[in-house]
């Protein structure tokens, strides 16, 4: 079954602790990026990869970082976590089409205290 | 600044009629837009995209309508089901954005028995 998985799917964590949301994809997809959903703000992309090693901004990438090592991985790491980064957060992947249909993860609910 | 804008946070139709989902947009370079729904717990699903040369878009009880010059488009589903109630998502892209989608708030429908 073509998927995008994401884990944990339910964290709670204190400020400052390191965590990694891990995602994968089985659809040999080039194009990866993650998001975040905040009540009344919509999605809003953190960061994207166009290919293994090729990794760039998107437009709320304060506080976090991430790799992509291999094609179907490409975690999303909090160094420092703080409150304001309690969120949904969505990976998601697509075929190297320019715009196009992206596909969802279930989500990571993850909250800081 | 919102480039993407869906200004009814939520709607409600009876089962069998139309629902007429909403989303105007700022930036004139998007060129592709898409429409994603999301049930509770799960990540959003592709249900509809449009390419900015083409002014309709039917798939089965779904159809989205663009309108260039009013930088509007619309997803109208016919006949409404109770099994579409959920969160939907418009989105943008421009070509060259390097697979960057923009997403609208969301709007809430809830079709009622």
């Known amino acids: 079954e073509a998927q995008v998985t994401q884990n944990p799917r339910y964290l709670i964590t204190v400020t400052g602790k390191k965590l990694t949301v891990t995602c994968s994809q089985n659809?040999?997809?080039?194009?990866m990026s993650w998001y975040r959903q905040d009540p009344g703000l919509g999605l809003r992309q953190i960061y994207y990869?166009?290919?293994?090693?090729?990794?760039d901004k998107g437009d709320v990438p304060e506080g976090y970082k991430v790799s992509r090592k291999e094609k179907r991985n490409f975690p999303l790491i909090l160094e420092s976590p703080s409150p304001n980064q309690t969120s949904l957060y969505f990976c998601a992947s697509s075929f190297s089409m320019g715009a196009g249909e992206q596909y969802f993860g279930p989500g990571t609910r993850l909250t800081v205290t | 600044d919102q480039q993407v804008k869906q200004n009814s946070p939520s709607l409600s139709v009876q089962e069998g009629r139309i629902s007429i989902l909403n989303c105007d947009y700022t930036n004139s370079m998007f060129d592709y837009f898409l429409w994603y729904k999301k049930y509770p717990a799960e990540g959003p699903t592709f249900l509809i995209s449009i390419s900015s040369i083409k002014d309709k878009n039917e798939d089965g009880r779904f159809t989205v309508f663009l309108n260039k010059s009013a930088k509007h488009l619309s997803l109208h589903i016919v006949p409404s089901q109770p099994g579409d109630s959920a969160v939907y998502f418009c989105?943008?892209?421009?070509?060259?954005?390097?697979?960057?989608?923009?997403f609208g708030k969301g709007t809430l429908l809830t079709v009622n028995p």
């Open positions: 990869s166009m290919n293994v090693e090729v990794t």
């Open positions: 989105a943008a892209s421009e070509s060259g954005s390097n697979y960057k989608l923009t």
């Open positions: 659809m040999n997809h080039e194009y």
